[in-house]
C-alpha cells in the first residue's frame, strides 16, 4: 500500500489550497484517514482526521478554515484550506488504517511522503 500525497505549494497569506492523498495498491478499505503536517523543530501534530461514517474532528487552529472530506470510490481523501497563514507552513502527511483484504484481521497504518506548504506573508 503506498500513499500518494500532492497539492502542497507556495500560496499568499489568505490564499487556498486543496491537498489529495490517493491510498494504491491492496487496499480493501480504509477506515481512519487524516492530515498531519510538521514545521521546522517542531513535532508532527494533528490537522484533521474523518472515519468511514463522515464523522471528522480538527485541530483547534484548522476549525473554520480547513476541511477534510473523503471519497472511498477512489481511496482519497482530501484536505480543502483557506485562508492560510504564515504559521500554516509545513509539511503536510496524510494517514490512512488500510485493510489490505476481506480476510485481513484488521487494519495497518500508512503514511504518505508528504507534500510542502509554504505560506508566504
Known amino acids: 500500500v503506498q500513499l500518494q500525497a500532492s497539492g502542497g505549494g507556495l500560496v499568499q497569506a489568505g490564499g487556498s489550497l486543496r491537498l489529495s492523498c490517493v491510498a494504491s495498491g491492496s487496499v480493501f478499505s480504509i477506515g481512519y484517514m487524516g492530515w498531519y503536517r510538521q514545521a521546522p523543530m517542531k513535532q508532527r501534530e494533528l490537522v484533521a482526521g474523518?472515519?468511514?461514517?463522515?464523522?471528522?474532528n480538527y485541530a483547534d487552529f484548522a476549525k473554520g478554515r480547513f476541511a477534510i472530506s473523503r471519497d472511498d470510490a477512489k481511496n482519497t481523501v482530501y484536505l480543502q484550506m483557506n485562508s492560510l497563514k504564515p504559521e500554516d507552513t509545513a509539511v503536510y502527511y496524510c494517514?490512512?488504517?488500510?485493510?489490505?483484504?476481506?480476510?485481513?484481521?484488521?487494519?495497518?497504518?500508512?503514511w504518505g511522503q508528504g507534500t510542502q506548504v509554504t505560506v508566504s506573508s
Open positions: 494517514r490512512a488504517e488500510v485493510r489490505r483484504s476481506a480476510i485481513a484481521l484488521g487494519e495497518e497504518n500508512y
Open positions: 474523518i472515519v468511514r461514517s463522515g464523522s471528522t
